[in-house]
C-alpha cells in the first residue's frame, strides 16, 4: 500500500535527476565530444580515432602517464608495507596505541592544496628543510632537486601522497586484523608457531579482502592525484612533471582542446574503472 | 603477545614513524612564527622572537571570514540535499516493492557504477550545465556538482545498511496505522543513525577540501571555497613565505581541532566508509 506507483517514483525521482544529469549524461558527453573536434563552441564534427591517435604520438601526454605510473608505484611501495606494519603493532593495542592511530590519520584530513603549502617549503631545493639538513650534516651530494626539477617531482609527489594515506590505510588494515579470531592465533601457538609463520599463514590469508581494499583505493587515488602537482609545480618546468590529470586539466582548460582533453579523460576513466570494478565485486553483493 | 626485544624494537620503530608523520605540521607551525630572511637564510634555525606579525599579515590578505562561511554553506547545503535525496532513493530501492523486480537491482547497479567515474571526466559537461542554469561562478556551481558526486557512494552504504534490518519494525508501524512520511521519519531514520554518521563524515571531509571543480567554476574571490583561497597563496603573497605560512596553520588549526573532538568518530567512519561499504 505505501509501495504504491506515485510514491516509489516520487521517492526516486530527485536522486536518479541529480546522478543522472550530472554524471551518466556528463560521463557519456565527454566520450562522445572524444571523438570529434569541438573546442569547446561551435560546431562538433566526427573525427574517429583521431584524438586517440595523437595521444600515442603527444610525448608530453606519455610523459604525464609515465609520471603517473612512477607516482603510483612509490606510493604503493611505501603505502603497502608501512600501513599495514602500523596496523599491525596498533592491533597488539598498547598504552597510547589510540593516540599513535590518531596521529597517523591526521594527514589525510587536510586538504590536499594545504598538504602541497606545507611540502613546498621541505622539498623546495633552496629554502627546503631537507637539502638543508643534508647540508648542514656534510651530505651535500644527495641534495636533490626534490620538486621543479626535470626529473625528481613525481617521486616526490608519491611520497607526499604515501605521507598523507599511510594512517588511513592503516586504519583500514587494522579493521581487517580485528576480524582475524584470538582462537586461531592461540591454537597456532599451541601448536608451536613462531610469529612469522603465523603472520605468513594466518593473518595475511585472513585480511585478504583489507589487501585487495587497500590496493584498489591506494591505485585510485594516486591515479587521481591532481592538487598536490597543480600547487607544487603546477606541471613544470616545460611539463615535465604533468601527471595523466593534470595534463587533461592542462589541455582542456588552458589551451581548450576540449575534444583532446576529452580523450585524455576517457583514458583515465577507463583506468579507474578497472580498478573499482574490483572493488565493486569485492564489497556488493546482490540485494535478495 | 609477549613482551620480548622485538615487541620493543617494533613499537619504537612505530613511534619514529609517527614522529615523522607529525613532524610537517610541527615545522609549518614552528616556521610561521619565523621571519621571512630567516626562513630563506636560516631554515633550520628555530625563530629568534616568536612573534605574531606573520599572522597580522597573513589576516589582511585573507578573507578568512567569507572563506569559511563559503565552504560553509557549500558543505551544508550539499550534505542535507544529498542525505535526504539519497535516502529517499535508497528507501525505493530496498524496502518498496517494485511489479518488476529487476528494475531495482537494475537501479541499485546505475548508481554503483558512478562510484568508478573519477572527477576530472566531469569537469567540461558540469561546466557547461553550470552556463545553461547561469550558476557559474557560484556556489550553486559547486553545491548542485557536489550533490550529484555523493549520491554513488551513499547509495552503497544506505542499502548495504537497511539491507541488513528486519522489516517487521515498519510493517508493525504500518498496521498502526503510520503514513510513508511518518513512517521514514519516526522509525526508519533513527535506526539508520550510524550510517547517516558515516556517510555525513566522508561526504564533509570530501566536500570541504575538494578543489578540481572549485578551482574550475568559481572565479570571483568573493566565492572563494578555503581550498581555493589556499591554491591562491603564492599569488596573494608573492614572496611573503612567512605570511604564507602563517595562513596555511590558520587555515589548518580549525581543521585540526574538530579533528581532535572527534578523531574517534571520524577514524571510524572513514574507515567503516571504505570497509563496509
Known amino acids: ?288 | 603477545m609477549k613482551k620480548s626485544k622485538v615487541y620493543y624494537v617494533l613499537l619504537f620503530i612505530v613511534i619514529l614513524v609517527t614522529l615523522l608523520m607529525i613532524f610537517p605540521f610541527v615545522w609549518t607551525i614552528v616556521m610561521s612564527f619565523k621571519t621571512d630572511n630567516d626562513i630563506i637564510n636560516a631554515p633550520l634555525a628555530l625563530p629568534k622572537v616568536w612573534n605574531f606579525d606573520n599572522y597580522v599579515r597573513a589576516l589582511k590578505t585573507l578573507n578568512i571570514f567569507a572563506m569559511y562561511k563559503n565552504t560553509f554553506i557549500v558543505v551544508v547545503t550539499t550534505q542535507i540535499v544529498s542525505l535526504v535525496i539519497t535516502f529517499m532513493s535508497s528507501f525505493a530501492i530496498c524496502r518498496m516493492k517494485f511489479q518488476n523486480r529487476k528494475i531495482k537491482n537494475l537501479l541499485y547497479t546505475y548508481y554503483l557504477l558512478g562510484i568508478s567515474v573519477p572527477v576530472y571526466i566531469l569537469l567540461f559537461p558540469i561546466y557547461r550545465i553550470n552556463i545553461r542554469l547561469g550558476v557559474l561562478d557560484t556556489l550553486w556551481s559547486l553545491i548542485l556538482p557536489y550533490i550529484a558526486i555523493t549520491i554513488p557512494f551513499n547509495t552503497l552504504l544506505f542499502v548495504g545498511f537497511m539491507k541488513g534490518f528486519p522489516k517487521e519494525l515498519e510493517e508493525a508501524a504500518i498496521i498502526d496505522g503510520c503514513d510513508l512520511i511518518h513512517l521514514c521519519i519516526r522509525v526508519v531514520v533513527p535506526i539508520l543513525k550510524p550510517v547517516i554518521a558515516t556517510v555525513t563524515i566522508f561526504n564533509v571531509i570530501y566536500n570541504w577540501n575538494e578543489f578540481p571543480f572549485a578551482v574550475t567554476y568559481i572565479s570571483s574571490s568573493a566565492n572563494y571555497t578555503i581550498s581555493l583561497a589556499t591554491s591562491m597563496f603564492k599569488g596573494a603573497y608573492s614572496r611573503d613565505y612567512s605570511a604564507m605560512i602563517a595562513a596555511a596553520v590558520l587555515i589548518m588549526i580549525p581543521q585540526l581541532i574538530f579533528y581532535a573532538l572527534l578523531q574517534k568518530q571520524i577514524i571510524a567512519g572513514m574507515t567503516e566508509g571504505a570497509v563496509k561499504a
Open chain 1, 1 to 288: 500500500m505505501l509501495s504504491n506507483k506515485k510514491n516509489i517514483i516520487l521517492f526516486s525521482i530527485p536522486s536518479f535527476l541529480f546522478y543522472t544529469v550530472f554524471i551518466i549524461v556528463s560521463t557519456f558527453s565527454t566520450i562522445k565530444y572524444s571523438f570529434t573536434d569541438f573546442s569547446g563552441i561551435g560546431k562538433a564534427n566526427f573525427v574517429g580515432m583521431e584524438n586517440y591517435k595523437r595521444l600515442l604520438t603527444d610525448e608530453i601526454f606519455i610523459k604525464s602517464c609515465s609520471n603517473t605510473i612512477i607516482i603510483l608505484m612509490v606510493s604503493f611501495l611505501l603505502i603497502l608495507p608501512i600501513s599495514f606494519f602500523l596496523a599491525y603493532v596498533l592491533d597488539w593495542n598498547f598504552k597510547g596505541s589510540s593516540a599513535v592511530k590518531a596521529l597517523n590519520f591526521t594527514p589525510y584530513i587536510i586538504a590536499p592544496v594545504i598538504v602541497a603549502t606545507i611540502w613546498v617549503f621541505l622539498l623546495d631545493p633552496t629554502m627546503g628543510v631537507i637539502n638543508n639538513a643534508l647540508r648542514i650534516v656534510g651530505l651535500e651530494k644527495l641534495q636533490q632537486e626534490w620538486i621543479g626539477g626535470n626529473t625528481k617531482t613525481p617521486y616526490s609527489i608519491g611520497v607526499v601522497y604515501a605521507w598523507q594515506s599511510i594512517g588511513y590505510y592503516a586504519t583500514i588494515f587494522l579493521a581487517g586484523l580485528k576480524t582475524v579470531p584470538t582462537e586461531i592465533y592461540e591454537a597456532s601457538s599451541i601448536e608451536g608457531a613462531n610469529a612469522w609463520q603465523k603472520l605468513r599463514y594466518i593473518t595475511l590469508p585472513m585480511i585478504k579482502d583489507s589487501i585487495v581494499i587497500v590496493i584498489v583505493l591506494a591505485v585510485n587515488g594516486a591515479l587521481k592525484i591532481f592538487e598536490l602537482v597543480y600547487q607544487m609545480t603546477n606541471g613544470g618546468p616545460n611539463h615535465k612533471s604533468e601527471t595523466a590529470v593534470t595534463y587533461m586539466y592542462y589541455i582542456m582548460f588552458k589551451s581548450g582542446k576540449y575534444s583532446y582533453g576529452s580523450a585524455m579523460a576517457v583514458v583515465v576513466l577507463v583506468a579507474c574503472m578497472i580498478f573499482t570494478l574490483i572493488y565493486i565485486r569485492n564489497v556488493k553483493d546482490n540485494l535478495e
